[in-house]
């Protein structure tokens, strides 16, 4: 069974406004691939639910996005829970075109995990795998608990970056 160091959990960024949310979607997708990540949108998206409400449609999004290195032993867990609500079309003018945007409250939610082990090739009980954790590799275990830490957290300054271009 692999062992799962937690790193972020449930880090969350709030904005209520108006921003292109599909354009959201899309970017922080785009980040995801371009850091090496497994695509959320391929077997990653555990849930998509859209409902349609008075005050505007809600929307709930989980991703789980993964990557592996050294040949399958660690494997990088970045999950993002998006929480829309009262979501509407809006149009805007901005240099003086009129272009359509999204008005609504968003929750997102930010939770990354190191899973050594996850090829499950070594025996956990074993002599040889207390050895090698405890010996051989525990700079390896940081040098990658940090990577996670810092790209979970550059992903949510992309979100934030993203929420302060449409503050207008």
């Given amino acids: ?96 075109k009129k272009i359509k945007l999204d008005n609504c409250e968003i929750e997102m939610a930010f939770s990354s995990s190191l899973e050594r082990n996850a090829s499950k090739t070594w025996d956990e009980n074993g002599l040889m795998f207390k050895i090698y954790e405890k010996y051989i590799i525990p700079y390896k275990i940081e040098q990658f608990k940090i990577e996670l830490y810092k790209d979970t957290n550059n992903l949510m300054d992309e979100v934030k970056n993203f929420f302060n271009i449409y503050r207008f």
């Fill in 1 to 96: 069974m692999p062992k799962e160091d937690s790193i972020i959990r449930d880090a969350k960024i709030k904005y209520k406004g108006i921003f292109d949310f599909k354009l959201l979607y899309k970017n922080l997708r785009d980040w995801l691939m371009a850091e090496g990540y497994s695509d959320p949108c391929e077997g990653g998206e555990k849930k998509y639910c859209e409902k349609i409400k008075p005050a505007g449609k809600q929307i709930e999004v989980v991703w789980k996005s993964s990557k592996s290195e050294e040949v399958g032993y660690f494997n990088l867990k970045l999950d993002v829970n998006f929480f829309v609500n009262a979501l509407n079309e809006v149009e805007v003018e901005r240099d003086g």
